[in-house]
């Protein structure tokens, strides 16, 4: 089973696909990147880019479930609109395809991470770096962020 995983932003979005058959004791990280898109853009412009990048992973790597963290709120209403915005983009993408959508918010999964569901940032990454097989050690908050959320998409799937 391949899961992309997508940790929603605008400046900076977060993007893994993992895979596991059956016999794997873990999950393989396949690809993961922090696609960014730059400031001086349109906002409009950014979301055609990030649909566009989404659209282009699909067709390669061919997962059949998006996970995609929930949004919390913050006190920047114009931050958090922009981020449901990328969210949509990417829940219409994996549509178009016909990928499952699997969403978790940020509490969800830290328990399935670290079994604590205020765990700090630091455990989150240090297990999911003990969790998945990677070729290369990654240092990207946002790739990281979307590897969690697919290890809890994983987590809650049956096969």
Not at 9 to 17: K, M, P, S, T, Y
Not at 20 to 29: A, L, M, P, S, T
Not at 81 to 100: D, F, N, P, Q, T
Request: proline share 3%; glycine share 6%; with cysteine.
């Amino acid at each position: 089973m391949r899961i992309l995983g997508i940790d929603p932003g605008f400046e900076r979005l977060g993007v893994a696909i993992l895979e596991k058959n059956k016999d794997d004791k873990k999950e393989r990280v396949l690809f993961s990147e922090c696609f960014k898109t730059s400031a001086k853009l349109e906002f409009p412009e950014r979301l055609f880019l990030i649909g566009k990048e989404i659209k282009k992973i699909i067709k390669k790597f061919q997962p059949e479930i998006l996970a995609i963290e929930t949004l919390f709120f913050t006190s920047n209403q114009k931050t958090v609109m922009h981020v449901a915005e990328v969210r949509g983009v990417a829940i219409y993408e994996a549509s178009l395809e016909g990928l499952k959508i699997f969403e978790a918010s940020p509490p969800q999964i830290k328990i399935a991470i670290t079994g604590y569901g205020k765990a700090n940032k630091e455990q989150v990454m240090k297990m999911v770096r003990a969790l998945v097989e990677m070729a290369k050690f990654k240092t990207s908050d946002d790739e990281l962020d979307a590897i969690a959320i697919a290890l809890t998409a994983f987590a809650h799937m049956r096969f």
